[in-house]
């Protein structure tokens, strides 16, 4: 039911309650089993166990764990130790971390209030929330968080703050009179108070309308439930991949095994050799070497303020083609700062940042002196003075304690150089007329030190003008004539447009010995001063990174609870609106499908106005339309978009619990511009992670090649099956391990996002893979048909030339790998981490080649001299003929 488009009267009949004695015991007894308990309800949790064991589903982990069964048979002990460790680990990693997303619900619950007032036969009790029922009413005043969704029938100066919800940075003013417009949004509902929400100012009476799940706040739980985790793209690639691996590895099986029959060799050591081959073709390393890149980018991203809670959302971060941010904190600064003042037809401006008292004024682009100007000495001095705010200062930080309106005025004041503790020698305050929503102003008697009495009046622009009788212009007080009541009114229309909250200054002189006792007697024939514009401004470095994101192909969305018009400002001043972009409020995007909503999506820069159910709606259709989505929020209400978006974005400081525990990543410091480094590292670890995609493969191609073109040619085994496992193992994991460190290239932000659909061998990668792997087959075998014609009696020996040219050619490659373009394309020393895992792998090679205890287990024989030149040579060709290739090119 529609309860804000009631009055009081049809709601105490639609509820069947008394608003004057509350519900009976025989009713509340009655609607218990009716409506049940006012809480939150969970979904069917999966046990610990099974969870634990759904870790192990995926294709690639299935994929390790056959190889590990064949390493197993081999003998080859420690490498499936090694396997079950890496599966076991990962398992692990994703068990707790979908065990936190379960946490999500418990925060959300911990915002309902622990205790609430409420009217029972006729007298007021404490109860515990959860017993509160429909119909029932309660009272809540300032500091009290809001026990249920509430129809308001008393309101006295009442604010409630309700971004956790709306999105919304200011406090709403709560009113109790019916509502005619029929779809409203939340934000728009000023005679509704929500669970979960916090009275910020005056008190209220309210009767509940609804509890537990059918309240605004149950329903972003039920979605929260609902909302699906999206797989990342990187675990889409890496499951392609394993099942690319698994049917190449058992094809080569088959082949090796069957040509090798058919030439004669004993099936016992061709099945060896074939499921040696197998276990090539998986690159064992591969998870633990995609973990670790991971877990280091986590490790480089806390040092730019952003928290990863799901690792592979470090990578998904890469390929984010849109970024839905709110508004609110994020883009903004969260602090509401005077920018614009208006005084008998000037316009200053001031500057400065966040709630820091020091800033410049400026009159026409010129630098002033505050002080030296009566009207705007007044207006700022009147603002502090009638406001009831206070500055402080923590960490280095200045924060405000009060409503941010005052805050602002008050800041306002502190950077023209006026002190709130030079007040009490400068003026008494007589007497205070609060602020009432009725009113929509603040009055208080003052006398200065010359013992002069006044009215200080401060409110909504327009009631004011409607209660003054002359204007303050060129210093002196002119009667407010018509023509003046225009000016004040294009001024105050100016201000709006901008996005700027405006507030009205304005006073009165009292004669002495005058006793007013009503504020009807003090809030009349006032001498309007002026106007002061406050708006939650843009973070500096914002508007950068947008443009940084919009060259890197990123689009961002502004989604947010405020109005379109400022929304609308924000947004044109961080460059987020272009000439052809949108703006689309709550109400279209409800009356619309979301195939409908895909149609229009990519053309909208700005929602304002929105509710969770809109959030969530333009996320899946932005998905829809093949968009990896970052959403970012802080509130409840952003929650279930956060969870269902592929990377969902929370705020560390202003964030609520809810939101942080539906995030895969936290900002902790609640800027938007940590999210385009964020996506840098993102981007880079992807392209690391392809680097040592396409050496391992290549390397696992070359030892693949050379076993089975020697077979094809009816030559003996260029390598056995442990020197096989050996390089596969060591030579492959320190090198791979190492490219996962590399730096980004120059120009990893002025590429456009990667396809979520783009495959794992897109761009050229298979085709290096093969050509690469080809060449270095190639090299071995060569190596190998040299030294075994040179020496047919000794097999080891041309089997250890091989050995040392497959190892050789691999580590020369791992170079290549480094870039795109080629081994020249980057310095091949700018990775020290390589550097020395290259170095150590050929001291191990040494060591297994000619330390005499390793010999006989790796069927090793010493390498003269003369031979290493050979093996040199051989392994350079297949990373520089194609190299040369390349700078042929690059000089035509």
Same mark, same amino acid.
């Given at each position: 039911m529609k309860f804000h488009n009631m009055n009081e009267d049809e709601v105490e009949k639609a509820l069947n309650t008394d608003f004057s004695k509350?519900?009976?015991?025989?009713?509340?007894?009655?609607?218990?089993?009716?409506?049940?308990?006012?809480?939150?309800?969970?979904?069917?949790?999966?046990?610990?166990?099974?969870?634990?064991?759904?870790?192990?589903?995926?294709?690639?982990?299935?994929?390790?764990?056959?190889?590990?069964?064949?390493?197993?048979?081999?003998g080859e002990y420690i490498d499936s130790i090694a396997i079950i460790a890496i599966v076991i680990i990962n398992g692990f990693l994703g068990f707790f971390q979908e065990r936190k997303a379960e946490k999500s619900l418990d925060a959300l619950k911990e915002l309902s209030a622990p205790q609430v007032q409420v009217l029972r036969d006729g007298h007021w009790d404490k109860i515990p929330s959860k017993e509160v029922l429909v119909g029932d009413v309660i009272k809540f005043s300032s500091g009290d968080r809001i026990g249920a969704d509430v129809r308001l029938i008393e309101s006295h100066s009442l604010e409630i703050e309700e971004s956790a919800l709306t999105g919304e940075s200011m406090p709403v003013q709560k009113a109790t009179d019916a509502l005619q417009a029929a779809d409203l949004g939340i934000g728009d509902l000023e005679n509704m108070a929500f669970m979960g929400t916090m009275v910020t100012r005056g008190s209220g009476v309210g009767v509940v309308v609804a509890i537990g799940m059918k309240t605004a706040m149950g329903q972003i739980a039920d979605l929260l439930q609902k909302a699906e985790t999206m797989e990342t793209p990187l675990q889409r690639r890496l499951e392609q991949l394993g099942k690319i691996l698994i049917v190449v590895a058992l094809l080569l099986t088959v082949l090796v095994v069957g040509v090798g029959v058919l030439q004669g060799h004993d099936l016992y050591t061709m099945f060896l050799a074939g499921v040696s081959l197998a276990v090539a073709a998986i690159p064992e390393g591969l998870p633990a070497i995609v973990t670790v890149a991971l877990s280091l980018g986590v490790q480089r991203m806390i040092r730019k303020n952003a928290i990863v809670r799901k690792l592979p959302a470090v990578e998904t971060l890469g390929c984010a083609s849109v970024i839905c941010s709110d508004k609110t904190g994020t883009m903004t600064q969260n602090k509401m700062t005077v920018t614009h003042l208006w005084s008998g037809g000037k316009t200053w401006t001031v500057d400065g940042v966040g709630y820091e008292p020091?800033?410049?004024?400026?009159?026409?682009?010129?630098?002033?002196?505050?002080k030296k100007d009566k009207a705007l000495q007044q207006l700022l001095m009147f603002g502090m003075l009638c406001n009831h705010a206070e500055v402080f200062q923590k960490n280095n930080d200045f924060l405000v304690d009060g409503d941010p309106t005052e805050g602002a005025l008050l800041i306002a004041a502190m950077k023209a150089g006026y002190s709130r503790a030079a007040l009490p020698g400068q003026f008494e305050i007589v007497k205070e007329f609060p602020f009432d929503s009725s009113r929509k102003m603040m009055s208080i008697i003052v006398k200065d030190h010359h013992g002069r009495t006044f009215v200080v009046t401060k409110g909504a622009p327009d009631v004011l003008l409607g209660v003054s009788e002359a204007l303050l212009w060129e210093e002196r007080q002119q009667y407010l004539t018509k023509e003046l009541q225009g000016t004040i009114q294009t001024a105050i229309h100016d201000l709006a447009s901008q996005a700027l909250r405006t507030i009205a200054i304005a006073y009165k002189p009292v004669q002495a010995n005058t006793m007013i006792l009503h504020e009807a007697e003090a809030e009349k024939g006032l001498t309007f001063i002026g106007l002061q514009g406050m708006i939650d401004p843009p973070r500096p470095e914002?508007?950068?990174?947008?443009?940084?994101?919009?060259? $890197?192909? /990123? *689009?961002?969305?502004?989604?947010? +609870?405020?109005?379109?018009i400022t929304a609308k400002a924000i947004a044109g001043q961080l460059g987020i609106l272009s000439k052809n972009s949108k703006v689309l409020g709550g109400k279209a995007v409800s009356e619309m499908s979301v195939g409908q909503l895909e149609e229009v999506v990519d053309d909208v820069s700005v929602f304002a106005r929105v509710s969770p159910e809109h959030k969530l709606k333009i996320v899946k259709a932005l998905q829809n339309r093949g968009h990896i989505v970052a959403m970012t929020g802080d509130g409840v209400n952003d929650a279930p978009a956060i969870k269902?978006?592929?990377?969902?974005?929370?705020?560390?400081?202003?964030?609520?619990?809810?939101?942080?525990?539906?995030?895969?990543?936290?900002?902790?410091?609640?800027?938007? $511009?940590? /999210? *385009?480094?964020?996506?840098?590292? +993102?981007?880079?670890?992807?392209?690391?992670?392809?680097?040592?995609?396409?050496?391992?493969?290549a390397s696992n191609v070359g030892e693949i090649l050379v076993m089975l073109f020697a077979m094809l040619l009816a030559l003996p085994l260029p390598l056995v099956p442990i020197?096989?496992?050996?390089?596969?193992?060591?030579?492959?994991?320190?090198?791979?391990?190492?490219?996962?460190?590399?730096?980004?290239?120059?120009?990893?932000?002025?590429?456009?996002?990667r396809s979520p659909k783009e495959g794992v061998f897109s761009r050229g990668l298979g085709w290096k893979v093969i050509s690469r792997g080809f060449l270095i087959g190639a090299a071995t075998l060569a190596a190998f048909m040299i030294a075994y014609g040179q020496q047919p009696d000794d097999l080891a020996y041309a089997q250890t030339v091989a050995f040392a040219t497959l190892v050789m050619a691999q580590l020369i490659h791992v170079f290549d790998c480094r870039s795109e373009k080629s081994v020249f394309a980057r310095n091949p020393f700018g990775n020290k981490y390589l550097v020395w895992a290259v170095i150590s792998s050929l001291i191990l090679m040494f060591i297994v080649i000619y330390y005499p205890p390793l010999q006989p287990i790796f069927h090793t024989v010493p390498i003269i001299a003369i031979d290493w030149i050979l093996i040199a040579g051989l392994s350079a060709i297949p990373t520089f003929l194609l190299a040369g290739t390349f700078l042929v090119s690059k000089t035509r």
């Open positions: 509350g519900l009976t015991e025989e009713e509340v007894k009655k609607r218990r089993k009716q409506f049940g308990y006012n809480e939150l309800e969970e979904g069917e949790k999966q046990s610990a166990l099974l969870l634990f064991f759904s870790q192990f589903k995926d294709f690639m982990v299935l994929v390790l764990l056959a190889a590990t069964l064949i390493s197993g048979l081999l020091h800033g410049n004024f400026y009159l026409r682009n010129d630098l002033i002196d505050p914002v508007k950068t990174a947008v443009k940084e994101c919009k060259q $890197a192909g /990123i *689009k961002t969305v502004m989604i947010t +609870g405020d109005h379109v269902a978006a592929d990377i969902g974005i929370a705020m560390g400081i202003t964030g609520t619990d809810v939101a942080k525990e539906a995030s895969a990543l936290v900002l902790l410091d609640d800027n938007f $511009a940590t /999210i *385009k480094a964020a996506i840098k590292e +993102g981007r880079n670890i992807y392209e690391n992670i392809r680097k040592f995609i396409r050496y391992l493969l020197q096989i496992l050996w390089v596969n193992l060591v030579t492959d994991g320190l090198p791979a391990m190492a490219l996962g460190l590399d730096q980004p290239e120059d120009d990893v932000m002025k590429r456009h996002p």
